[in-house]
């Protein structure tokens, strides 16, 4: 029996991930004996300051990484969207498995969905991102930073007296929450972060039995897809200091790619779309990021504090 190690975070919705990529590829390989590690990372040891002031690029994976690259673990699990785009020398993506829905969606206490929030109404997030397109659907919305996993934030959604919250269906539904989801947003009000939904696979790049054995997991159309929308971020070289979003989908044989750059309270949303090839896809991601910028997005990414929040809980450390 052959033994490896695959590292993941401890919260309940990262051992949901590693425990389904470790069923997988059981499944497919019944003679590995994989362990789980669980690995503490800057991000789980800071919880309680916004992401955006600590630098919140990698600080979910980069002890694990270190991990990875140390031969502590053989392979990674990450919700996509907190792994850069950029990887340390010698990690690669080894595999991406089939992508779950990667809409938002909004809890809410009274079941009220998004256009029946009261004015006023407090809504909670650890999101740039979603801050941003919210407040530039609904400016009266009272956006109330909000950190922790899935489980902490929907007991905050009484604990803080908040109106509603919102989450990425993803992981409610792979914890079972599903039925708490009072609407999902549609793309035109919320539009995914990089990778939402998708789960990935970091192996060490000259490891060859590892990267034959994910591989038998990886869901070609999804490693598409996101790999043209972390092409479009890794152009715009934002992160988790500035709102964007992108969203790659499959449209009559090519990939249809839709993107946004925001200013923190919502008052500029700057979005476009493009389609091609799909034997291209990290072209068009490249290419929708010129286009954003050729439409005022660099602007934003040169001044990512401005304007300042005007609405809601200021974010304070």
Not at 112 to 135: E, W, Y
Request: glycine share 10%; charged share 25%; with cysteine.
């Amino acid at each position: 029996m052959n033994r490896i190690k695959l590292g993941t975070r401890g919260s309940a919705l990262a051992l949901w991930q590693a425990n389904h990529i470790k069923n997988k590829l059981s499944e497919i390989h019944p003679d590995y004996e994989i362990e789980i590690k669980n690995i503490k990372t800057l991000g789980d040891n800071i919880s309680d300051i916004p992401l955006s002031q600590i630098g919140g690029d990698g600080i979910f994976v980069k002890q694990i990484e270190i991990a990875l690259l140390s031969g502590e673990i053989d392979f990674a699990v990450h919700s996509l969207k907190d792994l850069p785009t950029s990887l340390p020398d010698g990690l690669v993506i080894g595999a991406i498995t089939e992508r779950n829905d990667p809409s938002d969606v909004l809890i809410s206490k009274q079941n009220l969905d998004f256009a029946h929030l009261p004015k006023g109404a407090k809504v909670g997030t650890s999101s740039l991102r979603r801050r941003s397109q919210i407040l530039h659907a609904r400016k009266d919305l009272n956006i109330i930073e909000m950190r922790g996993n899935v489980d902490t934030r929907l007991k905050k959604l009484e604990s803080e007296d908040l109106d509603a919250i919102i989450l990425a269906y993803a992981g409610v539904e792979r914890l079972g929450y599903a039925n708490l989801v009072t609407q999902k947003l549609p793309y035109d009000i919320s539009l995914p972060a990089v990778g939402q939904g998708a789960l990935c696979v970091e192996i060490r790049e000259n490891d060859k039995e590892l990267n034959d054995l994910v591989r038998n997991i990886n869901h070609s159309d999804s490693f598409a897809t996101v790999k043209a929308e972390r092409a479009f971020l890794k152009r715009l070289g934002g992160g988790c200091r500035v709102p964007i979003a992108a969203l790659g989908q499959i449209v009559n044989g090519e990939l249809k790619l839709t993107g946004l750059v925001g200013d923190r309270d919502g008052q500029t949303i700057i979005r476009s779309d493009i389609s091609g090839s799909m034997e291209n896809v990290e072209f068009i991601g490249e290419k929708l990021a010129e286009v954003l910028l050729g439409m005022g997005a660099e602007s934003i990414l040169d001044n990512p504090l401005n304007p300042p929040l005007l609405r809601g809980n200021p974010m304070t450390t």
